[in-house]
């Protein structure tokens, strides 16, 4: 079990990686909420990456997530300063059982884009619910005019 979790630890890095001819930084972020859906997909998200840069777009987003359950009431805030953030998240695709997540893993820009790096984990353990679910992870990142690629 050890081998395949630094196998994928491994793998990730390496695909997360730029071309090192490119001058990279990290970028900090805060994260606002990880977790996951449990409304059958009612909440109408599907799998998908996010950049919300304004109050009513995250409005939005937020009423989509507190369809069925009030997840937002989880996170660690909900009002966003968006003249000096902006939001990123991503969402997993519905599962029919629980035990895997997705998540934001690194934050890296150059001289070009800001690239996201995300990664699956799957937890194939005979002790994952058996509830159709959806996980997703947001974060907040310094505003920035650069494109943002999802990897």
Request: hydrophobic share 35%; net charge neutral.
């Amino acid at each position: 079990m050890m081998h395949k979790i630094l196998l994928l630890i491994f793998v990730l890095f390496m695909s997360c990686n730029q071309d090192k001819s490119t001058q990279t930084d990290q970028v900090i972020y805060t994260k606002i909420g990880k977790g996951i859906l449990t409304g059958q997909g009612e909440e109408g998200i599907s799998k998908s990456n996010w950049v919300v840069t304004n109050e009513k777009d995250w409005n939005h987003l937020k009423a989509k997530m507190n369809t069925i359950n009030q997840e937002t009431s989880h996170f660690t805030e909900t009002q966003i300063d968006f003249s000096k953030y902006i939001v990123i998240a991503t969402f997993d695709s519905i599962r029919q059982q629980g035990g895997s997540y997705i998540s934001i893993a690194n934050v890296v820009k150059n001289t070009s884009n800001t690239v996201v790096c995300t990664k699956y984990i799957e937890d194939n353990s005979p002790f994952a619910t058996h509830v159709v679910n959806q996980s997703y992870h947001l974060v907040k990142i310094e505003k920035t005019n650069l494109p943002i690629i999802f990897e």
